[in-house]
């Protein structure tokens, strides 16, 4: 570069000396037109940065094919003495004085911002705090319902049939209006369902030792389907007879009033089995 002549002149010289107009430059390096304006100024400033000025002026350069590098070179050192005049011009500025005052003020911002931070983290612990009681207090007021609501059959045990819990609530219900009434004579206590295993009572037990579909009819009423997986086990009580359909019958364990009877069929065979006060039997398909 020449001795005593800044980028911007050099830049605009050999623009003009070329004959190019700021917007045909614009139409070649893709540059806004105030950015091309400001290098030809030395304006580095009005630039948002110092790597888009150097980036800018590389283009420029190229297009007017003056000496990249050394141009470049020119302006690093520029941009270079321009941070050092400021960083100087501000520590002279600075006094004694009005370097405590930034201090304290710094300090004071820090305190309040480690306030506010303190605070909403306080905030976010108490609603999470809030959020798992309430959590909490739904699962075990829904666990206490479950635990009311499960039958007194025994633990793993559900019943299909509707006969004996029918009877158990209609009892139930009983004891509980009785008990409400003015005191009267004693009088007869009304007979709940047969216990277990009784002459009045069939109990009828489905155990699975693998997955097994269950279509079952107690006593002429509607059927009731399930799908058994291994370990569990179904209760029927019935005053007649049960009627129930095995779609793996070798993976069903019958018991009957207690006793385990004999295998009901093989492994992956649909057998179709009533069970009555005479022992049980196999039906053929569609007896109902």
């Not at 045909?24 to 030809?40: G, P, S, W």
């Not at 888009?52 to 050394?70: K, N």
Request: proline share 5%; with cysteine.
């Amino acid at each position: 570069m020449v001795e005593g002549e800044s980028i911007g002149g050099r830049l605009k010289a050999a623009r003009l000396e070329q004959g190019f107009s700021l917007e045909q430059v614009v139409e070649q390096t893709r540059i806004n037109r105030d950015y091309i304006a400001a290098l030809e100024s030395d304006d580095h400033a009005a630039i948002p940065a110092d790597f888009y000025a150097i980036s800018f002026l590389r283009q420029y350069s190229a297009v007017l094919g003056l000496p990249t590098d050394d141009m470049v070179s020119a302006l690093r050192q520029e941009l270079a003495d321009a941070d050092d005049t400021t960083a100087e011009f501000s520590q002279l500025q600075v006094s004694p004085t009005s370097h405590a005052l930034w201090a304290a003020g710094f300090e004071k911002i820090r305190r309040w911002t480690g306030e506010f931070i303190a605070n909403r983290a306080n905030a976010v612990v108490a609603a999470a705090l809030m959020l798992v009681g309430a959590i909490g207090w739904w699962y075990v007021g829904c666990s206490e319902t479950a635990v009311i609501a499960t039958p007194p059959e025994g633990a793993g045990v559900e019943s299909l049939g509707a006969a004996g819990g029918a009877e158990a609530a209609a009892a139930a219900g009983t004891e509980a209006s009785e008990s409400a009434r003015p005191a009267t004579p004693p009088v007869a206590p009304t007979p709940g369902p047969a216990p277990l295993g009784s002459a009045e009572t069939l109990a009828i037990q489905l155990r699975a030792s693998g997955e097994v579909w269950v279509r079952a009819v107690v006593d002429g009423g509607r059927s009731q389907e399930a799908i058994l997986q291994a370990g569990n086990l179904r209760t029927f009580r019935a005053r007649e007879r049960v009627q129930f359909t095995a779609g793996n019958a070798g993976a069903i364990t019958l018991v009957v009033n207690g006793q385990v009877q004999d295998s009901i069929g093989e492994r992956g065979q649909v057998r179709h089995i009533q069970v009555d006060r005479d022992g049980w039997k196999a039906l053929p398909a569609g007896s109902f």
